[in-house]
């Protein structure tokens, strides 16, 4: 079955540094891949779509200039958290779709500590 | 606006019984109706899924039940065991198109599942 990999599954990082996480789907394409965050005990929030070959989108309220998306290959999207600061700390998911299928699969996330 | 509603946010059933997960949605142009299930510090996972064009769909313990006039669906876990503590949230998608891999999830709040021994 469809296969989504996401590195690293954690990671600490001090205040002002950057961090980034890969999302890799690992045995389709994916044109569109989609970047979550989750608070404890929370649902999804959908941070932004990830377009192959042109700009995310990103939903309301979410700062694009702080969390970088760059999904520069079928099988690749990036998300760069820019000068973290301890309230970035959270655990992010990705997911991908095959085309013209369903379902969406999920990332393992990654749990970010920015101390 | 909450596109899909989810209940109860917690639920404890003894080993052996029934959990059932309940959502509704909003949008008529859903399509796509999946259970997912998550461990602590894991990604979701597909559970089971359906589409509006039945009414239910069983694989092994796990079944979906749609109620399309309603807007309903729910989630039925059979013979609960303590393997299945986790949280499940319910989505909705669509209309799936054949080149179209953009649709957006909408995801339910998420049930928290206990299945005591």
């Known amino acids: 079955g469809a296969v989504v990999s996401q590195h690293p599954s954690r990671v600490i990082c001090k205040s002002g540094t950057s961090v980034k996480i890969e999302c890799r789907s690992l045995?389709?394409?994916?044109?569109?891949m989609f970047w979550y965050r989750q608070f404890p005990k929370q649902s999804l929030m959908l941070m932004a779509t990830?377009?192959?070959?042109?700009?995310?989108?990103?939903e309301q309220g979410v700062e694009k200039d702080k969390f970088l998306i760059n999904h520069a290959s079928l099988t690749l999207s990036t998300l760069t958290v820019t000068s973290a600061h301890p309230e970035d700390s959270s655990f992010y998911i990705c997911?991908?779709?095959?085309?013209?299928?369903?379902?969406?699969?999920f990332g393992n996330g990654t749990r970010l500590t920015v101390t | 606006q909450q596109q899909v509603k989810q209940s109860p946010q917690s639920l404890i059933v003894q080993k052996g019984g029934i959990s059932i997960i309940n959502c509704a949605y909003e949008?008529?142009?859903?399509?796509?109706f999946p259970w997912y299930q998550q461990f602590p510090g894991k990604g979701p996972a597909l559970l089971i899924a359906?589409?509006?064009?039945?009414s239910e769909k069983k694989e092994g313990r796990f079944t979906i039940s749609f109620n399309k006039s309603a807007k309903q669906f729910s989630l039925h876990i059979m013979d609960s065991q303590p393997g299945d503590s986790a949280t499940y949230f319910c989505?909705?998608?669509?209309?799936?198109?054949?080149?179209?891999?953009?649709?957006?999830?909408?995801f339910g709040t998420g049930t928290s599942l206990t299945v005591i021994p």
């Open positions: 949008n008529t142009a859903f399509d796509y």
């Open positions: 359906i589409r509006p064009d039945v």
């Open positions: 045995d389709f394409q994916a044109t569109t």
């Open positions: 997911s991908a779709g095959r085309q013209g299928r369903s379902p969406l699969h």
């Open positions: 989505a909705a998608s669509g209309p799936f198109l054949p080149m179209n891999t953009g649709n957006q999830f909408y």
């Open positions: 990830s377009n192959e070959g042109s700009k995310a989108t990103y």
